[in-house]
């Protein structure tokens, strides 16, 4: 079946770029998506890309994707304090009905320090 | 618009009890889907319902139900309740069509069992 993975933990100092990783298995057309989540609250779809394309740009966010690998980075340009959370990578698994079933990683803990 | 709304926010129940949560879906949205969140399991897909009809189904046990409602409300019950059933339960919402794929999460119940 279907498996998403991710590093858990990443560090790093306000004003410089993240760099989050994940690897997903599907090997079908998918949508591949980050979700944010901070503290005591839901998830927050931050943007989402479909398996056929490269890269996705969205303001300070950056999505790549590396089909051959299956691999997937989120790259959050001048990190602030306010980004600090963790982010889900997840794919849409196929089934009836459309793309509503979705499978996340373990999330990766961004902590960002002055 | 209103967002994904779940009630009630936290529930303490005690091994043996059942349990009923909600979730309105964002207006318009007819497709919701829930999902466990655990420490140890992470996100897991519990269940999805379209216009009052389970349209696919996680690998949970018969104890977690869920239905629809003609407003597209859902509710999700846990019966028999274990202590593993701790976790904070998401619920998200998506339109049809060509963005079904995109879910909306509500803020979650948080769910501890004694």
């Known amino acids: 079946g279907e498996d998403v993975e991710q590093s858990l933990f990443l560090s790093v100092r306000e004003g410089d770029s993240s760099v989050i990783n994940c690897t997903y298995t599907d090997s079908s057309s998918t949508y591949l998506y980050w979700y944010k989540q901070e503290p005591g609250a839901g998830l927050q779809l931050l943007t989402y890309?479909?398996?056929?394309?490269d890269m996705k740009q969205d303001q300070r966010l950056t999505v790549l994707l590396n089909k051959k690998d299956k691999h997937l980075s989120l790259r959050i340009a001048d990190t602030q304090t306010g980004d600090s959370a963790i982010y889900f990578c997840?794919?849409?698994?196929?089934?009836?009905?459309?793309?509503?079933?979705?499978?996340f990683g373990a999330g990766t803990r961004l902590a960002v320090h002055p | 618009k209103a967002g994904v709304t779940q009630t009630p926010r936290y529930l303490i129940k005690t091994r043996g009890q059942q349990v009923t949560l909600s979730c309105s879906p964002i207006s318009g949205h007819r497709s919701v889907s829930w999902y466990q969140q655990t420490p140890g399991q992470g996100l897991q897909f519990l269940f999805e319902y379209f216009s009052e009809t389970q349209r696919n189904k996680g690998n949970f046990p018969g104890r977690f139900s869920g239905r629809q409602f003609s407003n597209s409300r859902s509710e999700m019950n846990v019966s028999t309740l274990e202590l593993g059933d701790s976790a904070l339960y998401l619920c998200a919402s998506s339109l049809e069509g060509d963005r079904a794929h995109i879910q909306y999460f509500g803020a979650g119940t948080r769910l501890s069992v004694l």
């Open positions: 890309i479909f398996s056929n394309m």
């Open positions: 997840a794919e849409s698994e196929a089934i009836s009905g459309g793309y509503n079933k979705l499978i």
